[in-house]
């Protein structure tokens, strides 16, 4: 069994292969996957899992060197968020954000069922 946080093997995966600058996205339970976009959908049921668990066991293995979010994010969550190594942060649209999701390699959907309780993570390097 692995040591550590993330003991999702798909989610462990794509970690683990993504490279400089690619992009994954976690979102709540509504957020709209493009069909050419992988999905690895952990959602269970309402708010399990929630989008901060979910989001603490991604960085505690990907190094991000800026995320995004949009500006209709709430201010609970942006306060929450604060703490967290994201990078340089940018605000934009739902609708740029739901845009760029296309680019992802990977949209993580949760249970979470807080509008706009959405993040991407572009990939840094640990040198």
Not at 47 to 61: C, H, K
Request: charged content about 20%; overall charge negative; hydrophobic content about 45%.
């Amino acid at each position: 069994m692995k040591r550590g946080i993330l003991l999702n093997a798909e989610l462990s995966g794509l970690i683990a292969a993504m490279g400089h600058g690619d992009l994954l996205v976690i979102g709540d339970a509504g957020l709209p996957v493009p069909p050419d976009t992988r999905c690895i959908d952990l959602a269970v049921t309402q708010g399990i899992p929630r989008f901060m668990d979910v989001l603490d066991a991604v960085l505690s293995e990907l190094i991000v060197e800026r995320s995004a979010m949009a500006h209709e994010t709430g201010s609970e969550l942006i306060d929450a968020l604060s703490h967290k190594p994201l990078g340089s942060v940018e605000r934009l649209t739902h609708e740029d954000l739901k845009r760029i999701s296309g680019s992802a390699r990977a949209i993580v959907r949760t249970g979470e069922f807080t509008p706009y309780a959405n993040i991407c993570l572009w990939s840094g390097v640990a040198f």
